[in-house]
C-alpha cells in the first residue's frame, strides 16, 4: 500500500441520515481507494452541487512524491481547454465578428491555410469551417499523435525528447501539414485532433487582435473571478501564484518542460477545480455565450459509444458507456493528464479535478460515474 499524506479539505453543507457514513464520506473514501491504483502520485477532486448542499473538496498526494498539494493548487487541464477556446470563438460570434460557417480562410493567413488539407492530391483547404475545426470533423491530422509519413518523431515524442524547446503555433501547423496525412473530406467523419485547436487559437487572436491569454483573461477569467488560471508558458505570473500540481507521463515528471509549449489553444490552460467550476456553471446559465449559440454549440456527432461530441464540449451517456439502466449523462471534457471537468443535469451536480498521470486518464469516467451514483442512491 503506498504511503500516503492527505491534504484534505471535506466542506458539507446539508446533513445526511444520522448514523449511516454520509455522501462525502463515501466519496472521500472512493477517492482515497483511486489512489491505491499505480502510478498516480497526487490527486485533485472538487464535487459541488448549490441546490443538494455539497462541496467536497480532495487534495492528497503520496510522500514520495515530494508534491504535497492542497486544493487550491493549480495543475496543467490540458484538452479541458478546448472548452474555453470554443466559448472565446462562440464570444466572436455574439459579438458579430463571425459565424461558425465561415470558412477558416476568410480569417487566417494564406500561407497558413495553403495546402493545410490535400488529400488524394485534391486541396480542401479552402472548404474548412469554424464549425469543422471546433466538432473536429475537419479531417485533418493530429500533430501531436498521428504517424508521420516519413516516419520522423511526431511532436508528443519530440516534446519528450528535447524538453527545452519552445514550439509556435505555427511551426505546428507547418508539421501537421509537411508531415501528415488528412484522415477524409471536410465534413464526412469525425477525427479528434488538437490541429484544429491550435488554428482556432489562432483565428481568435487574429479576429480579437488579443493574444489568447489575453482574450481569455479580459472575457472569461477576469470577469468570473477566476484568479488561478492562465495559459502555461504564455502568461506573465500570477499574484500568489501557487506551484503547478506535477504530473507525470510513468515516472517522468513534465509540468516544467518548456516544450509543453506545443500544447496551447488545445490543451495549454492552467487552473484550478474551484475555477473550472466557476467556468463550467458561467457556461450552462449563458453568462459568457448567448442561450442561442449555446445551443448552436451543442449540436452533437457520435464520437464513440456512449459518447458525443459538440463545439469543444462533450457529452456523456454512462447508461450506453457502461451498458447500465441509468439516465445520468455527464458534459463537459477531459484532458489527457487524467483532467476532468463535468455537469451532471440530472443531478445539478458539478465534478473537476485531476489524477495528474497520463496512464490513468482513461479511468476517469469510471471515478465520475461511481460519485454520481453515491449522490444518486442517498437522494
Known amino acids: 500500500m503506498k504511503n500516503k499524506v492527505i491534504?484534505?479539505?471535506?466542506?458539507?453543507?446539508?446533513?445526511?441520515?444520522?448514523?449511516?457514513?454520509?455522501?462525502?464520506?463515501?466519496?472521500?473514501?472512493?477517492?482515497?481507494?483511486?489512489?491505491?491504483?499505480?502510478?498516480?502520485?497526487?490527486?485533485?477532486?472538487?464535487?459541488?452541487?448549490?441546490?443538494r448542499g455539497i462541496d467536497v473538496q480532495l487534495a492528497?498526494?503520496?510522500?514520495?512524491?515530494?508534491?504535497?498539494?492542497?486544493?487550491?493548487?493549480?495543475?496543467?487541464?490540458?484538452?479541458?481547454?478546448?472548452?474555453?477556446?470554443?466559448?472565446a470563438v462562440g464570444m466572436l460570434k455574439d459579438q458579430k465578428k463571425l459565424n461558425f460557417e465561415d470558412k477558416i480562410a476568410q480569417y487566417l493567413p494564406k500561407s497558413l491555410v495553403e495546402k493545410l488539407h490535400v488529400l488524394d492530391g485534391k486541396d480542401y483547404s479552402k472548404d474548412i469551417t469554424i464549425a469543422h475545426l471546433l466538432q473536429h470533423t475537419s479531417g485533418l491530422p493530429d500533430y501531436f499523435t498521428d504517424k508521420t509519413v516519413d516516419g520522423s518523431p511526431k511532436i508528443i515524442n519530440q516534446l519528450l525528447m528535447d524538453t527545452d524547446k519552445s514550439w509556435s503555433p505555427e511551426e505546428m501547423i507547418r508539421f501537421s501539414k509537411e508531415k501528415m496525412k488528412p484522415h477524409f473530406v471536410p465534413g464526412d467523419g469525425y477525427q479528434y485532433t488538437d490541429t484544429e485547436y491550435v488554428l482556432l487559437a489562432l483565428l481568435v487572436?487574429?479576429?480579437?487582435?488579443?493574444?489568447?491569454?489575453?482574450?481569455?483573461?479580459?472575457?472569461?477569467?477576469?470577469?468570473?473571478?477566476?484568479?488561478?488560471?492562465?495559459?502555461?508558458?504564455k502568461s506573465s505570473s500570477l499574484k500568489n501564484e501557487r506551484p503547478i500540481a506535477k504530473f507525470y507521463v510513468g515516472e517522468t515528471e513534465l509540468s516544467s518542460y518548456k516544450s509543453l509549449s506545443a500544447d496551447w489553444g488545445g490543451g495549454g490552460l492552467v487552473s484550478t477545480t474551484q475555477d473550472l467550476i466557476t467556468f463550467l456553471e458561467a457556461y450552462n446559465t449563458n453568462k459568457l455565450v448567448k442561450k442561442n449559440t449555446c445551443q448552436e454549440m451543442q449540436?452533437?456527432?457520435?464520437?464513440?459509444?456512449?459518447?458525443?461530441?459538440?463545439?469543444?464540449?462533450?457529452?456523456?451517456?454512462?447508461?450506453?458507456?457502461?451498458?447500465?439502466?441509468?439516465?445520468?449523462?455527464?458534459?463537459?471534457?477531459?484532458?489527457?493528464?487524467?483532467?476532468?471537468?463535468?455537469?451532471?443535469?440530472?443531478?445539478?451536480?458539478?465534478?473537476?479535478?485531476?489524477?495528474?498521470?497520463?496512464?490513468?486518464?482513461?479511468?476517469?469516467?469510471?471515478?465520475?460515474?461511481?460519485?454520481?451514483k453515491i449522490l444518486e442512491n442517498q437522494q
Open 299 to 372: 449540436q452533437w456527432v457520435n464520437e464513440t459509444v456512449g459518447m458525443e461530441y459538440g463545439y469543444g464540449i462533450r457529452k456523456v451517456s454512462f447508461k450506453n458507456l457502461f451498458d447500465d439502466d441509468t439516465n445520468l449523462e455527464v458534459m463537459g471534457h477531459t484532458g489527457s493528464t487524467a483532467s476532468f471537468l463535468w455537469y451532471c443535469p440530472q443531478l445539478d451536480t458539478y465534478i473537476a479535478g485531476t489524477l495528474n498521470q497520463l496512464e490513468a486518464s482513461k479511468g476517469t469516467l469510471n471515478l465520475v460515474y461511481a460519485i454520481l
Open 7 to 51: 491534504r484534505t479539505i471535506v466542506l458539507f453543507v446539508s446533513i445526511w441520515t444520522f448514523g449511516q457514513q454520509t455522501a462525502p464520506q463515501k466519496i472521500a473514501e472512493l477517492f482515497s481507494t483511486e489512489l491505491e491504483k499505480e502510478p498516480i502520485k497526487s490527486a485533485l477532486l472538487h464535487v459541488y452541487s448549490k441546490s
Open 205 to 233: 487572436e487574429k479576429v480579437s487582435g488579443l493574444s489568447l491569454d489575453e482574450f481569455f483573461k479580459q472575457h472569461i477569467f477576469q470577469p468570473l473571478g477566476m484568479g488561478s488560471s492562465y495559459i502555461n508558458l
Open 60 to 87: 492528497e498526494s503520496t510522500r514520495d512524491s515530494g508534491n504535497a498539494i492542497t486544493i487550491n493548487n493549480p495543475f496543467y487541464t490540458a484538452s479541458i481547454t478546448k472548452m474555453f477556446t470554443a466559448t
